[in-house]
């Protein structure tokens, strides 16, 4: 299957148990060329919320 033509590349990236400074382009001290190459050429998102829920899976009915 292709995208059509003139159709947006786009690439989501999800990650979890991480910081906003975990990343390179966010700062971090560890290297990540290949994020920190993506984040150059495509938008930043630095105003965001989440809502982190840990909880265990409800008992079985």
């Not at 990236?13 to 560890?30: H, T």
């Amino acid at each position: 299957m292709r995208a059509p033509e003139g159709a947006p590349n786009i690439v989501l990236v999800l990650l979890d148990d991480m910081g906003f400074a975990d990343i390179g382009p966010y700062g971090s001290e560890i290297d990540t060329p290949t994020l920190d190459r993506l984040a150059a050429r495509g938008l930043r998102f630095t105003n965001y919320h989440t809502t982190p829920l840990c909880s265990p899976p409800a008992p079985a009915c």
